[in-house]
């Protein structure tokens, strides 16, 4: 921050006074606490052993057990969303992310653009003494700055924090993470096979920020949001963890929430007389299709045996990252920290129905349109969890871990989208140990909460910007004071149209689905809850008290207007393809990639998927040459070009399904060759294939052909982009090790030559969009 000088300059030196206030940075209030925000994904109450659930979590454990446990604290139901209101404490429209990241339009609540009036808490927590460090999951970088030739400045860094550590998208595989380091990426420490797993090194990334600000200025607070990949999907999780819990889901989902309910009664978290709401509640059947829920005893017993396992996949890596967290906290304990640290630990929406009724082994191909097979399925389920899957359990288990409630994860006029774990932890803090807090609170009170507990106000000009004010309330008043009546006065949500309002313990939703209904929104059927009375939503009262569901309607639209909610949007894909921002590459033409420079990123690459391309390299071949030559996806779809024991190969993944595609021949002789496949496009299967002819060439000779399918909708779930000279995260051929890079010779560049024959599907895309966040 720029500060008045107050010294004095004149002519000679002698005759001036220096002013090193001007300059140095300041100090935050002595005895400030440290601030430690541990953020998981895709995580409703009923999941977690401190409100009832089975998965087991050691160190939250610890933390309620000397904090406290809040039992109505809720979120935006999706996750730009809600982490826009943790970076900046305003409500997620106001940042610009009414939505998913890569969902943004061109509508002040939808850019994804954080406006400068909305300093982030990094920002603040800085200039006033702190050092500031994020490790784990973004997701908040806009869809215009995510290559590696844009701006940094909506980057973590740009956005006041000292160091950043983790991934940039909606998720990444857990034992193949793309990973960035500050503002460029870098390469994973160690394999899977030594021991590497994402939760693991961030918990080793986060213990170093501390430890090394701490060597230096000891004395100085620090603030540190943390946000593990878990429990987005992939489930990954070390072997020992997921057998931890074998056979204890067997009984089934439906099974699950009546067990819970009467767990997280018994705790004290709902009170007594809270019922269950429904199945797939929505009484006009407005849910999207693939997330409705299949009835347990409608399944066979090998769905049964599936089912069951992917939830325990899902429980080991919960379970898994929060031991590795709890690493952090034994740290700042045997550093004599703990006591002083405020801890927020919590989550960004509810359980994700993205796994569809049936779950799957790999995503992908559910983003390529190519269905799952319950038989591929079954094949995998001694793999789940492993580096072979990229997995998510079934919808039922979203229903399951959002007990009581309607819906989950994206629903955000119901508590099963927005209803969250929160436990607070600060010895120093307060006197409380082991206790309920039931006030009603929100995301957007989190930064108010933060600064309170610092003792830094919110500046009223941050970087020459008048600031807008905070949107939330502190907790802190909640405290030591279990009986305080709720400082929050009134919420409102909104998510892809779905809109809801909260206020002094009423709660209004309008009954409709994401990405459902074509406009008509004055027509759409309203419910009124008195959530103070019906913690669960289970009871409609607006044919009873329409007075009041007039009121709360009102409120909605006053508050809807204030933060820039509107135009509601329930566009299908083909309309939303039109709002949405495009990438400065064009779809066909002719690019130029060159070694020894980043991965370039899906969105910025070539578009070799549903199309007809070419891909050439100029070579130096020696007698030696081993390696890759370029390689986009992964296991889980992708291609490769390399050379191994003497031979050029050119293997395409479709999905991970077996066999892998491969042509081959013999490597070139000696000197300079041009190599590279090409690949003519005769059609494209109901399954999503594009069908047509492969052929390996080199020089001017066809050395290989054979009939080929590649795909249509996404190479990378995790963000694996194509990589000349070697292949970046998890490879897309078992025929080589990780990165594989290209040696005993030299590859000069690679050139690709694309056709704008794709076949785009616009539906699936959308889909894919929301289920990466």
Not at 696 to 708: C, E, S, V, Y
Request: charged share 25%; proline share 6%; net charge negative.
């Amino acid at each position: 921050m720029t500060k008045k000088f107050n010294g004095k300059i004149e002519l000679d030196i002698r005759d001036s006074q220096p002013d090193w206030d001007a300059f140095l940075d300041p100090e935050a209030p002595r005895d400030a606490p440290n601030v430690l925000v541990i953020l998981y994904d895709d995580t409703d109450c009923a999941a977690w052993s401190p409100y009832g659930g089975r998965i087991r979590m050691p160190t939250l454990e610890r933390l309620a057990k000397n904090g406290l446990t809040y039992s109505q604290w809720h979120t935006t139901a999706i996750c730009s969303a809600t982490r826009s209101t943790f970076l900046t404490g305003r409500n997620h429209h106001h940042n610009g992310f009414g939505t998913v990241a890569d969902m943004a339009s061109g509508f002040p609540g939808y850019s994804g653009h954080i406006p400068p009036e909305n300093a982030t808490l990094a920002t603040v927590l800085r200039n006033a003494g702190w050092s500031t460090f994020w490790v784990g999951k973004n997701h908040n970088v806009p869809v215009d700055s995510l290559d590696i030739g844009a701006s940094r400045r909506h980057w973590p860094l740009g956005l006041g924090y000292d160091r950043f550590y983790g991934f940039l998208g909606g998720e990444t595989n857990q034992w193949y993470p793309e990973l960035i380091e500050d503002n460029h990426f870098v390469e994973q420490p160690a394999q899977p096979e030594q021991g590497y797993h994402f939760s693991k090194d961030i918990a080793d990334k986060a213990i170093g920020f501390i430890r090394d600000s701490k060597q230096s200025r000891p004395q100085k607070p620090w603030y540190l949001w943390y946000c593990p990949g878990a429990n987005h999907a992939p489930h990954h999780a070390p072997q020992e963890y997921i057998d931890k819990y074998r056979g204890q889901f067997d009984d089934g989902y439906e099974a699950y929430r009546d067990w819970v309910l009467a767990r997280m009664i018994d705790k004290g978290v709902l009170p007594k007389g809270t019922a269950l709401t429904p199945a797939n509640p929505m009484e006009d059947g407005s849910f999207v299709a693939g997330d409705r829920v299949r009835p347990w005893a409608s399944l066979s017993y090998d769905e049964k045996r599936l089912f069951s396992r992917m939830a325990e996949v899902y429980a080991g890596l919960s379970e898994y990252t929060d031991v590795q967290t709890g690493r952090v906290i034994d740290y700042l304990e045997e550093s004599g920290q703990l006591d002083n640290t405020l801890v927020l630990y919590c989550a960004d929406n509810g359980a994700s129905g993205e796994g569809s009724p049936n779950g799957s082994v790999n995503e992908n191909r559910f983003f390529n349109g190519y269905p799952d097979d319950i038989q591929d399925n079954l094949a995998m389920i001694d793999k789940l969890g492993s580096p072979d899957t990229y997995n998510h359990y079934p919808t039922g288990w979203a229903m399951a871990f959002s007990t009581p409630y309607r819906m989950f994860k994206r629903y955000a006029q119901y508590a099963g989208g927005t209803a969250d774990p929160m436990v607070i932890h600060w010895p120093k803090g307060f006197k409380a140990r082991g206790e309920i807090r039931h006030q009603y609170h929100h995301c957007t009170d989190v930064v108010a909460t933060i600064l309170d507990c610092c003792g830094v106000g919110m500046p009223e000009v941050v970087d020459g910007v008048k600031q807008s004010p905070l949107d939330g309330v502190s907790m802190r008043y909640s405290f030591d004071a279990a009986d305080a009546p709720t400082r929050k006065q009134t919420q409102y949500y909104e998510m892809l149209s779905a809109r809801g309002i909260w206020h002094r313990g009423w709660k209004a939703a309008a009954e409709r689905g994401p990405s459902l209904g074509r406009g008509g929104f004055d027509q759409d059927r309203w419910q009124l809850f008195h959530t103070d009375a019906d913690r669960a939503e289970a009871h409609d009262l607006a044919a009873e008290q329409p007075e009041k569901l007039k009121e709360l309607q009102a409120l909605w639209l006053e508050e809807a207007k204030k933060n820039h909610v509107l135009p509601l949007n329930d566009y299908g894909a083909a309309d939303m393809a039109a709002l949405e921002y495009r990438a400065p590459v064009p779809a066909g033409g002719r690019f130029v990639y060159y070694p020894d420079t980043c991965e370039v990123t899906e969105a910025a690459a070539a578009h070799t998927l549903g199309v007809s391309f070419k891909i050439l390299a100029e070579v130096e071949f020696t007698r030696d040459t081993q390696g890759v030559i370029v390689a986009q996806g992964s296991r889980f779809g992708g291609y490769t070009l390399f050379v191994k024991d003497g031979r050029l190969h050119f293997v395409y993944n479709f999905l991970g399904i077996a066999p892998e595609q491969r042509l081959s021949a013999p490597a070139p002789t000696p000197g300079r060759h041009i190599v590279g496949v090409a690949f003519e496009k005769e059609s494209v299967s109901a399954k999503m294939e594009a069908l047509g002819t492969m052929t390996l060439h080199i020089d001017d000779q066809t050395l290989a052909g054979a009939a080929f399918r590649t795909q249509c909708g996404h190479y990378a779930l995790s963000g694996e982009g194509l990589a000349v000279g070697r292949d970046s995260g998890d490879p897309v051929s078992s025929a080589y090790p990780c990165g594989f890079a290209f040696r005993g010779g030299r590859v000069l560049k690679v050139v690709y030559d694309v056709a704008d024959d794709a076949y785009v599907d616009l539906e699936r895309r959308m889909a894919a969009r929301l289920a990466r966040e």
